[in-house]
């Protein structure tokens, strides 16, 4: 099978080992060369994914195992210990650089034959029940079996060939994120810090930086990066500890570290393909990052529909069964975080004692309950 994946992203890339490891012809389009983002932290029901696609050991040697998470008040002052003050205890999540995974997963993808086109973009695609003809920026003309838009949240594919009304509205909470220089004797391990409707988080990535964040409950209007430096800055003006100095001083010193972006919640009505283009990650769906997130979905996405084209030779049925895989799994993934976030300001946790606890624990997660095996 012949595919051409738009978007070299986390689903992008992780698609591309799926398939180039079953000796498929894959070839990634990525129009940018920089690779942007910070951190990501992913849940330990990723592990079934990341053993699917062969990348598990590779991206475990790759990140952080958060095993000890001190919970500070704004002072910095351990109140607990990898348990949260209402007594639920975290997932123990595997922290990675946005870019070290992202080059990692790259560099499976084309040490099993998978080609990787960058700075490129597609000037023209038509769909077709038979196939999808392509035409690149580099100049290549070309027919593909497969076509996979794997760009991003405000994907156009989506709108230009599979639905032109849903997309992604931005909501609450925001988050300032960088990626920072990782001063192991300031931070050996994962830090949080609970302020008034914000926290600031820094995790060990593993890769000699650390994932910082400030979760703002209250989203920001839309800020240029000067406005993002500045009002970052200001709002962690309420936190004192020599953790959260470093990342201030970083941040007073580059103003280009902090990002903003607000979280979005949004599902692609099914099917998320029409003829022989399909949808997946961010293009699909968004969701609060609070139960592992979107890019632990995008790999899900890339396993499944791996696995769907691997059980079924002809791609009808493949994207039929990629979709019964995977609509009602996410769909319910969009709304637990949702509920989460209605529950309060927190950080891969939720109440203990809500129904939605429960629920989640079972139906979710129910292999890995809170406080097991912290193997992502
Ligand atoms: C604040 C915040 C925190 C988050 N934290 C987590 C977390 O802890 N855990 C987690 O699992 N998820 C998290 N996420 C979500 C996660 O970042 C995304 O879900 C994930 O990056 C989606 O991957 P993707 O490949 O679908 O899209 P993207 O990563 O957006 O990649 C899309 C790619 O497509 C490229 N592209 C777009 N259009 C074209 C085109 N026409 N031609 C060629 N290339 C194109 C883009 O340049 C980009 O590289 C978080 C998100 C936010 C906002």
């Keep these: 099978m012949k595919t051409l994946i738009v978007g070299g992203g986390i689903a992008g890339v992780a698609l591309a080992c799926g398939l180039a490891g079953q000796g498929h012809d894959v070839t990634v389009i990525e129009r940018e060369l920089a690779i942007h983002g910070s951190g990501l932290g992913f849940w330990p029901y990723l ?35 990898n348990v949260r003050e209402d007594g639920t205890r975290l997932h123990t999540e595997l922290v990675i650089a946005r870019p070290t995974l992202i080059r990692l997963l790259r560099e499976i993808a084309t040490d099993r034959g998978a080609k990787y086109l960058q700075p490129v973009t597609y000037i023209r695609l038509e769909n077709s029940p038979t ?106 003006e309420e936190f004192n500890s020599p953790q959260v100095d470093h990342l201030r001083k970083i941040v007073s010193e580059d103003s280009s570290m902090f990002t903003y972006r607000r979280v979005t919640t949004h599902l692609v009505p099914a099917p998320w393909y029409r003829d022989r283009i399909v949808l997946i990650g961010d293009a699909a769906h968004t969701m609060p990052p609070n139960v592992s997130g979107g890019a632990s979905m995008a790999i899900e996405d890339a396993a499944a529909l791996s696995e769907s084209v691997r059980r079924n030779p002809q791609i009808d049925e493949a994207l039929a069964d990629f979709m019964s895989a995977r609509f009602d799994r996410v769909e319910s993934v969009v709304r637990y975080a949702g509920e989460v976030l209605s529950l309060g300001p927190m950080l891969n946790s939720f109440a203990a004692n809500s129904p939605v606890h429960d629920e989640m624990i079972e139906s979710l997660l129910g292999q890995v309950p809170a406080g097991e095996p912290p193997r992502v």
């Design 47 to 81: 592990a079934s994914s990341l053993k699917q696609l062969g990348v598990y050991d590779e991206v475990h040697a790759s990140g952080h195992l958060a095993e000890r998470v001190l919970m500070c008040d704004r002072n910095g002052n351990v109140v607990t210990e």
């Design 131 to 236: 196939g999808v003809r392509a035409q690149l920026s580099d100049g290549t003309n070309d027919t593909f079996d497969l076509v996979v838009a794997a760009d991003g949240a405000n994907s156009e594919i989506r709108t230009n060939f599979i639905n032109s009304v849903s997309k992604p509205m931005p909501g609450a909470p925001g988050f300032f994120r960088a990626l920072i220089p990782h001063d192991e004797t300031l931070l050996p391990v994962a830090h949080v810090f609970e302020g008034s409707r914000k926290l600031v988080f820094i995790y060990p990535t593993g890769s000699g930086k650390a994932y910082a964040g400030l979760y703002v409950s209250d989203p920001e209007p839309h800020m240029d990066q000067e406005e993002t430096t500045q009002r970052g800055l200001e709002l962690l």
